[in-house]
């Protein structure tokens, strides 16, 4: 690798890859707006969602800076391809019941909690410390958010329990993918930018062990796990997220609100 | 950390600086429209940097929709007002109700709306709740309904006492 413009390479994949996990968990959870169970959870996922969109928004703003070759912001979210898009696949899962939701954000809020309370403190780079200093405040609310339901659902009725517990055995396997290093991952985490994924494990799993015991909920073993969205191999739905998501930009090219 | 904030004290005077800063300050936030954009500290600060008045803002929320329209009110303020202007978004440090003047925190609660707390002498402190006062009967017998309320920066919660429903402006 020669030269500033190969090395700042990692840096925008890096941030590019998790720009998409909050875009695309971001568009999922605004799915449940105007459907959620009651009002008060209507609000909640919608503000959730919020959160989410604001922080990609971020992500997407300063990745176009460091690439630096004239692609704004709406150019990275809404014009690449399918298999551009460097998401894991938890994000991507469909949005199911009220459990699947649920629990695919307390998997990722457990994970992005820690994540950000590391960038916020130690990493080397001020843009992302900054961002991550408000992120940080808000993943706390969805782990507790998330969580407070996990419990009162899987310590709840016979049919609520067994829904929860669905959920939790479909959507575990695809955990793995938050803790697998991607190439532009590990470059940033020795250059001190970003954290080593696996280190924050522990936090995650204390965090998944402490809610699901309290909800009375089972941890599966899992033989297999499901990974691909970190080189572009995404899940049919993925195809489905993208229709929708880039519908008005590739029906009118460059349309301005 | 704490961070030096320009405030109507550090920008009195007849310069321009002052000028600006009066201008800008008093916009109101969209949302929450019982408070300014100064009394809510998200006004950081105002430059004069080669004859453009700049407006340094840092968002409340990641998400906050309001920001554009905040954003644009204040440039707007600032036009009127006789100046060439743009808007720098401020990131770091990330903004706290910390920031919020005391004005604007009486400016809340007379507007219905419970401001943020951060200590409280009420005995179920103790057991790690926080007791939120109603804002129109002063009872402290309030239940959170939702952590999540009409906007992202507040909660709601309903008075025991009076029964009213009310927002709460969240602690970060």
Redesign the interface.
């Known amino acids: 690798m020669t030269g500033s413009a190969v090395l700042h390479l990692p840096l925008f994949d890096a941030v590019l890859q998790l720009a998409d996990d909050h875009l695309i968990l971001g568009h999922r959870v605004s799915e449940w707006c105007g459907h959620a169970p009651m009002l ?2 209507d ?2 996922l ?10 990609s ?2 992500l997407y703003a300063y990745a176009a800076d460091i690439e630096g070759a004239g692609r704004s912001e709406d150019d990275l979210a809404f014009l690449r391809l399918e298999r551009q898009y460097r998401n894991c696949l938890l994000v991507e899962r469909p949005n199911g019941d009220f459990a699947h939701t649920i629990v695919r954000q307390l998997y990722f809020a457990a994970f992005m909690h820690p994540f950000w309370q590391w960038l916020s403190a130690n990493s080397a780079d ?2 992302l ?3 991550a ?3 940080q ?2 993943m706390a ?1 969805h782990v ?2 998330a969580g407070e339901w996990v419990v009162r659902l899987g310590d709840g009725t016979e049919e609520s329990a067994i829904r929860m517990q669905a959920a939790i055995d479909a959507l575990h396997h695809y955990t793995d993918e938050l803790f697998q290093g991607s190439p532009a991952m590990t470059a940033c985490a020795q250059d001190g930018v970003l954290p080593d994924v696996e280190t924050l494990r522990p936090a995650w799993s204390a965090t998944i062990t402490d809610v699901f015991g309290q909800g009375l909920l089972e941890i599966p073993d899992v033989a297999h796990s499901q990974t691909g969205g970190r080189i572009g191999e995404h899940g049919e739905e993925m195809g489905h997220i993208l229709a929708e998501l880039q519908y008005m930009q590739r029906t009118y090219p460059n349309l301005q609100w | 950390m704490v961070a030096l904030m320009a405030s109507p004290a550090t920008k009195t005077g007849n310069g321009d600086v002052a000028r600006a800063w009066a201008a800008a300050a008093a916009v109101p936030d969209p949302e929450v429209p019982c408070v300014t954009v100064a009394e809510l500290g998200i006004l950081r600060d105002v430059t004069i940097e080669d004859g453009v008045a700049v407006a340094h803002v840092t968002p409340t929320y990641s998400g906050c929709p309001a920001v554009l329209a905040i954003e644009l009110a204040i440039q707007a303020a600032l036009l009127d007002a006789g100046f060439e202007a743009r808007i720098e978004r401020v990131m770091s440090p990330a903004w706290t109700t910390d920031w919020i003047t005391l004005e604007g925190l009486e400016n809340l609660r007379a507007y219905g709306i419970a401001p943020p707390v951060k200590g409280s002498t009420s005995k179920l402190a103790l057991f790690g709740e926080i007791a939120i006062t109603c804002p129109r009967c002063g009872s402290s017998d309030t239940q959170k309904v939702s952590e999540f309320g009409s906007t992202a920066c507040k909660a709601h919660y309903t008075c025991k006492a009076c029964a009213e429903p009310f927002d709460y402006f969240k602690c970060i």
């Open positions: 008060e959870e609000l909640g919608a503000n959730m969602a919020l959160d989410l969109l604001g922080q928004r971020a001020e843009t410390r900054g961002i200093g408000k992120a405040k808000e609310y507790r958010h």
